[in-house]
């Protein structure tokens, strides 16, 4: 049984990490403005999170140190794996509001579970197929019938992030359950780090120098609030209430998106478009409900 302090106190770390990954659309969207390219966006997001991490695990005194094996799993997870959900979900934000494209992105705990059942790592149960179908509705809702008004572009990118991150915590969850968490993250960070400053600084498509002092602080909030908070509040969270409570807390993470979207970029959202948000976030609560422990996100590789 927690204490009940510790429960509360738990729970505020959980919803300060989801508050902290909730401004990521919306500072990217914020450096578009102010000038940014997607690659210069992702690669400074990387390098500033990446050189906080390593800081901290110093701090901690928690040891980096791992079979070169593993090293090379979670390099080719960060810029592969991870680096390609980042750039298709920060591509959507070029083409839909920041409330659809993270509405999109939180199909993957549905996705995740369907890939499972594929390939025999959970069993199907009724409340897993109300899950997937409450999700179906949801997006119904969002992008309408014929998807008027929004870019087929940008939908499109917007689910391939969710496909991408559903294939990314599946590996991980099956070749990395014997590292630290925040050694895992990390390293997959670094990785998207290099691999987008190589790419990046290689094409010539690292702007930095014309960016103005606006463009600097989005920059800077991808990674300060957009990455590091919501990672820590996680981890800290997690040990005081479990995975399971944190995972359903976590859902919280679309919401605070929507709301900041409304109160700083003055998006706006239809009533069926609303309501499509609310299912598809009752469609993870239950996913997470009836697998109790066995949440549906991956704790270890926690990002955002």
């Not at 106190?9 to 102010?34: C, E, M, P």
């Not at 391939?160 to 599946?170: G, H, M, Q, T």
């Not at 600097?216 to 969270?237: K, Q, R």
């Not at 859902?251 to 929507?258: D, F, M, Q, R």
Request: glycine share 10%; hydrophobic share 55%.
């Amino acid at each position: 049984m927690i204490p009940l302090r510790q429960q509360h106190l738990g729970a505020l770390l959980v919803l300060s990490s989801a508050a902290g990954f909730s401004t990521l659309a919306i500072f990217i969207k914020l450096a578009y403005g102010a000038g940014a390219n997607t690659l210069t966006i992702l690669t400074m997001r990387f390098f500033l999170a990446s050189l906080c991490l390593w800081i901290l695990l110093r701090f901690l005194k928690i040891s980096p140190r791992i079979p070169t094996k593993t090293a090379v799993k979670l390099c080719l997870m960060g810029a592969l794996g991870y680096g390609t959900m980042s750039l298709a979900f920060a591509a959507s934000l070029q083409y839909l509001p920041a409330s659809l494209s993270e509405m999109l992105l939180f199909t993957y705990p549905t996705i995740v579970s369907i890939l499972s059942f594929l390939i025999g790592d959970e069993e199907f149960s009724w409340q897993k197929g109300a899950s997937l179908a409450i999700c179906l509705l949801g997006l119904f809702f969002i992008l309408g019938v014929s998807f008027t008004g929004l870019s087929q572009v940008g939908i499109l990118l917007g689910l391939s992030s969710a496909i991408v991150y559903s294939c990314y915590i599946l590996i991980g969850n099956r070749v990395l359950k014997d590292v630290h968490a925040l050694v895992a993250t990390t390293y997959v960070s670094s990785a998207a780090a290099l691999a987008f400053a190589a790419y990046s600084i290689t094409t010539g498509q690292l702007l930095l120098t014309t960016l103005p002092l606006q463009g600097w602080l989005a920059l800077a909030g991808t990674a300060v609030f957009g990455t590091i908070l919501g990672i820590l509040g996680f981890f800290a969270g997690i040990t005081k209430i479990g995975a399971a409570n944190a995972s359903i807390i976590s859902t919280a993470e679309p919401v605070l998106t929507v709301l900041l979207s409304v109160l700083i970029l003055g998006e706006a959202l239809t009533l069926l478009q609303s309501l499509g948000g609310l299912l598809v976030i009752g469609s993870i609560l239950l996913l997470q409900l009836c697998t109790n422990s066995s949440n549906v996100k991956d704790e270890s590789l926690e990002i955002g």
